[in-house]
């Protein structure tokens, strides 16, 4: 990314108007769309009681407490206002109804009943790693992690050879049928995915592969999209480049493989972005093909974990943040490559 | 034993007829330019040569065996482009490595054998680079190394210098009239540029229209062109065609054969006549042409039929001025109606 980009101003010296309208404009769209992202990290590390909270926080806060002598349990400090006392931290032993039950850290053996609306929590700032770390521990996140990231690579694997094997044949041979195979291939982006659901479903179950990331990976392995993407680049590749492996004893294959395949780079790097954004964020398919909870994708488990009386926020929160991560990444480090892909089909 | 012989070639593309019943043959370390004006079909017929391209009929014979089923790499020809086609993901060493590679040479063979081909070439110091990296003539160059290493029975080459600029043409025709006596191997080259033929050919093959007008040395091809398509392609400026209508009084005296329609004089075998000579012609200046050592000089004859006449030295014509010119029998082609030449007794 270019840096000195983000500095361009019109004004030389003092800044234009226009200058000051396009970054209050870009102020505004980036808290607009990246505000809620950030909110959502932030949250992801608040324990439930916090998340509850109201008025909402940025940061996480979380209620001190104190060990005091004579209970088991670390106890909730309380900043108390009491009529002619100063206000004071106590530790709430119990509370029943409007009335709470404190005492003083210092005198742990008097109790004394406070109304909660004298009492205010007393937070720290507290960053709930436990959010992150049950997920591995106590829900099984590591294998839901690995099911999603073995699909994305191996599909998007699979999806770039024989997307674009279909591709070099499309576009650099001469046969009959030729355009009409590739209307074919065409005229099935225009059915919608949901008709064929229940079909996909039975090829599936028939062919063995329910409850087997393989399930998920095949069907779609071959994508239309894909198709027309890398054919239109490679029909840009000149011909006379092939002749003339051919005439240095290369095989077809050979060809395809050393010749067409790194040629076709660029569009094969925006083929592979999109295959990822795709194959991470999938739903529907791994939906009607994974039942058993093992072999669940990180969005089946998202989805899983909302309960239908009781949603632990904290934990599908954090999870959430790890579902997005990768697929940033990948952006973040490969983004220069969608610019450049795409530009160079255009200019070659 | 011709290392090529095409019989009978023929070539359709659906409907359209591009070459008609094609007959030549090439000898063993010949440099045979195939030229023409453009779509007369040389280049179909060079990657038919190739195997690039099947014919729809006739046959293709290298070293007396049969090979019109046998594969474009098989065949032992080497193909330069037009365009070059070099690999432009590879370096210039793989470039030359790939045809190598491809037939299972061991790595040190490969590189004995690309090393070779690019010190005869003077790329040593390019090995490394990629063909974006190197300009025209340095891509010609790797080119053409890209078929030495191959060590093929034929060289192919399909206009290779039309992509340069003027002065390194010049060079490069040099290189590689160079370059086919240190190798001594039989190279076919297609060009439209006659004066390319002229200079590099062994033989030339004058295309038109998909049939052969004429096979020769150029000293054949020059001193007695087969048709005025020949004459008028061959030998630059073009040669002046005079109809039978505008010989003037006394020109019979050049023994004229019977049907004669057409004269053919080129214009660097004018003569300065004196005036009152029998059978000369007589040529009102329209302009001149200064060229350093020649002038060109444009007029027309009486009857208004224009011609050109190459003269060495300064200009010392005005225009409107009348020039009395002779030629010598030797040098003046008669043409039939159907623009043939007539065979002419010499005198």
């Known amino acids: ?348 | 034993m011709s290392l090529l012989k095409l019989r009978a070639i023929d070539k359709s593309f659906d409907q359209t007829h591009v070459i008609h019943g094609v007959n030549l043959d090439v000898q063993q370390g010949e440099f045979v330019v195939l030229v023409g004006p453009s779509g007369c079909g040389k280049s179909t017929l060079l990657r038919i040569i190739a195997g690039l391209d099947s014919p729809t009929s006739g046959d293709v014979w290298i070293e007396d065996q049969r090979v019109n089923d046998v594969s474009a790499a098989d065949r032992g020809c080497a193909m330069v482009f037009q365009s070059y086609a070099l690999y432009p993901h590879m370096s210039v060493y793989a470039n030359m490595a790939f045809a190598l590679e491809n037939i299972g040479e061991s790595r040190s063979e490969i590189e004995r054998k690309v090393r070779e081909a690019a010190s005869i070439l003077k790329l040593d110091a390019l090995l490394d680079r990629r063909p974006t990296q190197l300009s025209g003539g340095q891509r010609q160059r790797v080119a053409i190394g890209r078929a030495i290493v191959r060590n093929p029975k034929l060289f192919l080459f399909d206009e290779p210098l039309s992509n340069l600029d003027a002065e390194l043409r010049v060079s490069m025709r040099a290189e590689l009239r160079d370059l086919h006596r240190r190798l001594g191997s039989t190279m076919i080259y297609v060009t439209h540029d006659q004066v390319e033929a002229m200079s590099m050919a062994d033989q030339i093959v004058v295309l038109r229209a998909g049939r052969i007008e004429q096979v020769g040395s150029p000293q054949a091809l020059y001193n007695q062109p087969a048709n005025t398509f020949v004459a008028g392609f061959i030998g630059s400026p073009r040669m002046n065609f005079i109809p039978i209508s505008s010989f003037p009084e006394g020109a019979n005296a050049l023994n004229w054969p019977v049907g004669t329609h057409t004269m053919g004089v080129r214009p660097e075998h004018w003569e300065q006549a004196q005036a009152q000579d029998q059978g000369t012609w007589s040529m009102t200046v329209q302009s001149v042409e200064y060229l350093g050592g020649q002038q060109l000089i444009q007029g027309h004859l009486p009857c208004h039929t224009r011609i050109e006449v190459l003269g060495a030295g300064e200009p010392r014509v005005h225009i409107g001025e009348q020039l009395s010119l002779q030629v010598k029998a030797s040098q003046a082609h008669a043409f039939d109606a159907q623009g043939f030449r007539l065979p002419r007794s010499l005198l």
């Open chain 1, 1 to 348: 990314m270019n840096m000195s980009m983000l500095s361009v101003t019109r004004g030389r010296k003092r800044l234009h108007w226009t200058d000051v309208l396009s970054y209050v404009y870009l102020l505004v769209g980036l808290i607009t769309l990246f505000g809620p992202v950030l909110w959502l990290v932030m949250s992801s590390f608040k324990t439930e009681a916090a998340l509850g909270m109201y008025p909402p926080s940025f940061l996480p806060y979380a209620q001190k407490s104190l060990v005091v002598t004579g209970h088991d349990q670390p106890l909730p400090l309380f900043l108390v206002h009491q009529d002619g006392q100063a206000p004071r931290a106590m530790a709430q032993v119990g509370r029943i109804g409007l009335m709470a039950t404190m005492v003083d850290p210092a005198q742990p053996d008097v109790t004394v009943q406070v109304p909660i609306q004298q009492r205010i929590p007393i937070t720290e700032l507290a960053f709930a790693w436990g959010n992150y770390a049950d997920l591995f521990q106590k829900f099984n996140f590591g294998r839901f992690l690995w099911n999603s990231v073995f699909i994305t690579v191996v599909a998007t694997l699979l999806t770039l050879l024989f997307n674009s094997m279909a591709a070099f044949a499309l576009s650099k041979y001469q046969f009959k049928g030729r355009k009409a195979v590739f209307m074919l291939i065409i005229s099935t982006l225009m059915i919608p995915p949901t008709i064929i659901l229940v079909p996909v479903f039975l090829v599936i179950n028939g062919a063995g592969l329910l409850n087997s990331l393989w399930g998920v990976i095949l069907p779609a392995v071959a994508t239309p999209t894909g198709v027309f993407l890398l054919r239109q680049y490679m029909l840009s590749i000149p011909d006379e480049l092939l002749e003339a492996a051919r005439m240095d004893h290369a095989s077809e294959w050979r060809i395809y493989w050393r010749i067409v395949l790194p040629l076709s780079a660029p569009a094969l790097a925006v083929l592979a972005i999109f295959s990822v954004m795709w194959r991470w964020n999938d739903f529907l398919l791994p939906l009607i093909v994974l039942s058993r909870n093992e072999f669940f994708t990180l969005q089946l488990a998202l989805n899983a974990f909302q309960g239908e009386l009781n949603t632990q926020w904290n934990y599908l929160l954090a999870m959430t943040v790890i579902t997005l991560l990768p697929v940033t990444l990948v952006f973040a480090f490969l983004q220069r490559h969608i610019t450049t892909g795409i530009a160079n089909a255009g200019v070659k």
